[in-house]
């Protein structure tokens, strides 16, 4: 009995495996297409009440009968929209198989919502398990399970949203396709991997705090993320201190004046290139805490010290190299 | 404004050369003065020369390596001192054995501020390495000298992995010349 299902369940994973070049392909050429006016290479606009695409310039319909993709029915709450949808969730980067397998339910129902008997209970177990052995078959996908769990693990405990953890996890998919694993920790590739994409999308979050929910330590973490960035060729740019300003002065309940404040101090910083080479945490750290010194509200340097994981003799030093700065502009 | 190539000095050489035999570290540590012999913390025998001041790190397969010195000179004349020493104990050493030079390692002045973040970009963030928050340096990997340079806020700068004298210079016109051409050194030369 579980022979037949397993089969099954691995020829349909095959077949979607063979499916998605093919849909890949197909998206490229639809991108190439281009919208001109067939006569005149005018520009074309789609009519959207109308249903029709139409020339700009010479007014050609180009076509009368445009299909509505949509969905055919209307729902007016949540609910409502769960009864009538027909799909699942879209596809998506961060589960190891894209959230494409089928779950067997915990709950030991059958689709009328009456208990199984307890034959069948321990059928449906057995088959639970032969279909979590299926789901993840090889080493890179049972690795991949566990990193983007990892990953996923991580990014909420710094509260970063869904699309750096999408990155991350793309970033960590490539490292594993290009053999960089071998040699390295799941975790720390992981973690690098958040990092990395923390970083890209502008919302970097320091070494010191991902240290704190990761499992690897900074060494490790900054020599996987060294590595992989070179490998990877991905080409990131160093942290502005900006980015890292409203997270900081938020946490420290500041208001927008002083955290405007803060930005320009570091601007103003950024021109005299007195930042090269200082990390860029600290210079936002002591600047939130010049600014908020400056706009009156009152925070101590060991408060700045807690939010920003800075020492207080680094936010000290960078302050004063800040001011004058500043006391170099308002002179100039 | 001084030439920064005047700036550049040498801050260490390594070396390595050996003597075709194998050695009993124990009996060699206990019959050479001043030598530090420590299996447990290095597998080596350190034997520290005073004129040129060096360290030479004597191995149990009969080779050495000789690091800390300030030129290519010391380096010959430090280990000469060392194998003189290995003779006067009955250990047969060739009259001039291969002495290869491993790294030397420079430091350069460009005498002025750099902008590093402006640096990190304009040189291509493939070609180099700039973590402020790891490490204050840009790391800038040359393909022509073959060299690694750490460029620093201040503009100073270290060349390591160079094999010859001329490497670090070399490197520090192929410096010059690419931040200039980038408009980010304001220098007049």
């Not at chain 1, 076509?63 to 609910?79: I, M, Q």
């Not at chain 2, 030479?56 to 003189?84: M, N, P, Q, Y």
Request: charge should be negative; include cysteine; charged fraction near 30%.
């Amino acid at each position: 009995m579980s022979d037949t299902i397993t089969t099954r369940t691995y020829s349909a994973d095959a077949k979607s495996r063979d499916v998605r070049p093919r849909e890949s392909e197909r998206d490229e050429t639809q991108q190439d297409e281009t919208q001109v006016c067939p006569e005149c290479s005018g520009h074309l606009v789609t009519d959207e009440e109308h249903g029709e695409t139409i020339c700009e310039d010479c007014g050609l319909v180009v076509e009368d009968t445009v299909v509505d993709r949509g969905p055919e029915w209307r729902a007016f709450d949540s609910a409502e929209r769960d009864s009538k949808s027909r799909v699942g969730a879209p596809t998506t980067k961060m589960m190891h198989d894209k959230g494409l397998s089928t779950n067997i339910g915990w709950q030991n129902k059958d689709a009328y919502g009456k208990s199984l008997s307890p034959r069948q209970r321990e059928q449906m177990q057995r088959l639970r398990t032969w279909n979590e052995r299926f789901r993840t078959r090889d080493s890179k996908e049972r690795n991949l399970k566990q990193a983007l769990g990892e990953i996923d693990r991580m990014a909420s405990a710094l509260g970063l949203p869904e699309n750096v953890r999408e990155t991350a996890s793309v970033i960590y998919r490539r490292a594993l396709n290009d053999d960089l694993l071998p040699g390295r920790s799941i975790e720390g590739v992981a973690t690098s991997a958040l990092y990395a994409s923390a970083r890209m999308a502008g919302t970097p979050r320091s070494l010191d705090e991902l240290e704190k929910v990761s499992r690897v330590d900074k060494m490790e973490l900054t020599r996987t993320y060294r590595y992989i960035v070179r490998e990877l060729k991905l080409e990131i740019k160093p942290a502005d201190p900006e980015q890292y300003v409203p997270r900081f002065a938020s946490e420290l309940g500041l208001s927008d004046e002083a955290e405007r404040q803060a930005r320009q101090l570091l601007r103003d910083a950024k021109e005299t290139g007195i930042h090269s080479g200082k990390s860029p945490v600290g210079l936002a750290a002591a600047a939130v805490y010049a600014a908020a010194l400056l706009t009156n509200e009152k925070v101590t340097q060991s408060e700045v010290s807690t939010v920003a994981d800075i020492s207080e003799v680094t936010i000290r030093n960078r302050y004063k190299e800040l001011l004058e700065v500043q006391d170099g502009t308002l002179l100039a | 404004m001084t030439d920064p190539k005047d700036t550049i000095n040498i801050e260490n050489v390594v070396a390595s050369t050996g003597i075709g035999q194998e050695l009993d570290l124990q009996s060699v540590a206990m019959d050479l003065e001043g030598a530090d012999y420590d299996p447990e913390q290095f597998p080596g025998l350190v034997y520290r020369t005073q004129e040129p001041k060096s360290a030479a790190l004597i191995f149990r397969s009969g080779k050495i390596v000789c690091t800390g010195a300030k030129s290519t000179d010391d380096v010959h004349e430090s280990l000469e001192i060392v194998f003189d020493k290995l003779r006067e104990l009955q250990i047969p050493v060739d009259d001039d054995p291969e002495i290869t030079v491993q790294n030397i390692v420079t430091s350069a002045d460009l005498g002025e501020n750099l902008n590093l973040n402006a640096i990190a970009i304009g040189l291509g963030l493939e070609n180099i390495e700039y973590e402020p928050e790891q490490f204050p340096g840009l790391v800038y990997r040359l393909d022509e000298p073959s060299v690694v340079a750490l460029l620093f806020g201040s503009g100073k700068l270290v060349i390591t992995g160079g094999k010859q004298p001329t490497d670090a210079e070399a490197a520090v016109d192929v410096i010059i010349s690419r931040l200039s051409e980038l408009g980010l050194l304001n220098g007049s030369f």
